[in-house]
Every structure is written in structure tokens, then in C-alpha cells.
T-cell receptor, first 114, second 114 residues
Framework: DGGITQSPKYLFRKEGQNVTLSCEQN?????MYWYRQDPGQGLRLIYY???????QKGDIAEGYSVSREKKESFPLTVTSAQKNPTAFYLC?????????????FGAGSRLTVL | GDSVVQTEGQVLPSEGDSLIVNCSYE??????LFWYVQYPGEGPQLHLK?????DKGRNKGFEAMYRKETTSFHLEKDSVQESDSAVYFC?????????????FGSGTQLTVLP
């Protein structure tokens, strides 16, 4: 079955360390997204990419970086510059054009900074 | 900018009770409206949608009417079940239909008591 795989499911990090969250999709979707979920705050867009080798900042991109070298993969790096990195991170994908506003999400990665 | 407001952070109906989860929105565009549901341990998934005013989205006994005059998209169900327990997010998408323009509400935790 097609879907989105995020790994790891749980991750612990010491302050000052960078960590990379993996996101792989086999839906043949062109567009991919990273969201951050905090209790009581809904979903906030970090970065998105509509095509390979191109990506744009979302609403809360500071302290994060991404790459899109392959259509199937969109890894997110949480850098030491991110002031409050403990959160639940969700990767999503969609088609482009008509229907682009319907997202398919992965199961998420929970990052805890110790 | 666009905004989505869900007034209840948590609702605790008993099995068999009726349910209304409020969602109000603000936008200058002609949005599409969505409800996403997030079951424990999973990422959000599309629950129902309405593309234009007076459309009604339906899924698994849930309904939501796109009401332009009151800028609302309340989620309703006549009789909830324990299996409906989840977090529900209301969202709107701007006229372009791009997921980049998706704005999510803060979410409502539905816990159905036995």
C-alpha cells in the first residue's frame, strides 16, 4: 500500500545537537511538506517542496533546514538554532494542481530535547 | 491573513450523545473547508471536505455544512461511539487550492465516554 514513512518515531537529543528526521513517500506525489504540532496550537507549516531540488519556507522555518534531492524523500534537519525543538513533527504529501489541498500525512516523529 | 477558530479544546460526550464541534473561519478568499481526524499514534487524515458554500461534507455518520453567511463549518454527529475518540482539526484552503494555503485550527480532542 502507498503511504508516507517517517523515522524515527521517537528521538531524543541533547541541546546543541542537530538531528535529521526522515520522510519517504511512495504515492508518486510531487509536493511534500513538514508540519510541527504542539498541544493546543494546531499544525504549523515549516517547509514545503513542490518539485525536486526546490523548496520554500513556511510559517516557522527558522532553525530548520530541508533538502529535496529525490521525489520520494524530504528529510528535515532540526538545527541547534531552533530555540524550542521539542515537538511532534509531521510529514505530508499531495498532488499538485486540482486536489493539491488534500494532504496525506505520515505517522509523525516525536522529538524530545533533553 | 486567514484564520480558523475551534472554540473547544476538549469535549467529553457519552456514547450515544449527539455532538457538535464548532469551527469558524476568517478569510478574504473563497475557501475550501476540511475536517481532518487524528487517531492516537497516527498522523491526521482527511475526514470530510466541502468545496463551496452550501456543500455538505459527510463521512462515517459525521456531517459538516459549509455556511458562508455565518463563516462556519461545524462538525456534527447524531450519536457518537467510543471509536470516534480522536483529535479533530478544522482547516481551510485558499482559492488557489494549494496546500501551501492550508490554515489549521488548534484542534478539538474528542473523548467519548463508555
Amino acid at each position: 500500500d502507498g503511504g508516507i514513512t517517517q523515522s524515527p518515531k521517537y528521538l531524543f537529543r541533547k541541546e546543541g545537537q542537530n538531528v535529521t528526521l526522515s520522510c519517504e513517500q511512495n504515492l508518486n506525489h510531487d509536493a511534500m511538506y513538514w508540519y510541527r504540532q504542539d498541544p493546543g496550537q494546531g499544525l504549523r507549516l515549516i517547509y514545503y517542496s513542490q518539485i525536486v531540488n526546490d523548496f520554500q519556507k513556511g510559517d516557522i522555518a527558522e532553525g530548520y533546514s530541508v533538502s529535496r534531492e529525490k521525489k520520494e524523500s524530504f528529510p528535515l534537519t532540526v538545527t541547534s538554532a531552533q530555540k524550542n525543538p521539542t515537538a511532534f513533527y509531521l510529514c505530508a504529501s499531495s498532488i499538485t494542481g486540482v486536489g493539491a489541498n488534500v494532504l496525506t500525512f505520515g505517522a509523525g516523529s516525536r522529538l524530545t530535547v533533553l | 491573513g486567514d484564520s480558523v477558530v475551534q472554540t473547544e479544546g476538549q469535549v467529553l460526550p457519552s456514547e450515544g450523545d449527539s455532538l457538535i464541534v464548532n469551527c469558524s473561519y476568517e478569510t478574504t478568499q473563497y475557501p475550501s473547508l476540511f475536517w481532518y481526524v487524528q487517531y492516537p499514534g497516527e498522523g491526521p487524515q482527511l475526514h470530510l471536505k466541502a468545496m463551496k458554500a452550501n456543500d455538505k461534507g459527510r463521512n462515517k455518520g459525521f456531517e459538516a455544512m459549509y455556511r458562508k453567511e455565518t463563516t462556519s463549518f461545524h462538525l456534527e454527529k447524531d450519536s457518537v461511539q467510543e471509536s470516534d475518540s480522536a483529535v479533530y482539526f478544522c482547516a481551510l484552503s485558499g482559492s488557489s487550492g494549494s496546500a501551501r494555503q492550508l490554515t489549521f485550527g488548534s484542534g478539538t480532542q474528542l473523548t467519548v465516554l463508555p
